[in-house]
């Protein structure tokens, strides 16, 4: 499956910005996705996640409240509502997706998209 996010920019800290990621490829609702992000000099590091059918999700504790993951299967797109950015958010977030809605590794990742939040 082929991953492309979108939606990143420059934004002030506590703005609103939404990312997505459109798959292509295979059945979309036959992984379970997450959002993923890695600012410089960091690693990489857990977002959210979503499971195939949308049901369930989970949250970084930093993000919890802020942000929220969902996802379109018949766009086949997830998406990240994020809300309340912080500088310290600053980083480029990735999309991914596996096979299994728990445990397994995350097999397909996107390029990135850019998120740069401003004081």
């Known amino acids: 499956v082929q991953l492309v996010e979108s939606g990143g920019g420059l934004v002030q800290a506590g703005g609103s910005l939404t990312l997505s990621c459109a798959a292509s490829?295979?059945?979309?609702?036959?992984?379970?996705m997450g959002w993923f992000r890695q600012a410089p000099g960091k690693e990489r590091e857990f977002v959210a996640r979503i499971t195939r059918s949308g049901g369930r999700t989970n949250y970084a504790d930093s993000v919890k409240g802020r942000f929220t993951i969902s996802r379109d299967n018949a766009k086949s797109t997830v998406f990240l509502q994020m809300n309340s950015l912080k500088p310290e958010e600053t980083a480029v977030y990735y999309c991914?997706?596996?096979?299994?809605?728990?445990?397994?590794?995350?097999?397909?990742w996107g390029q990135g998209t850019q998120v740069t939040v401003s004081s």
């Open positions: 490829g295979r059945t979309f609702s036959s992984y379970a």
């Open positions: 991914a997706a596996r096979a299994m809605d728990h445990g397994g590794s995350y097999a397909y």
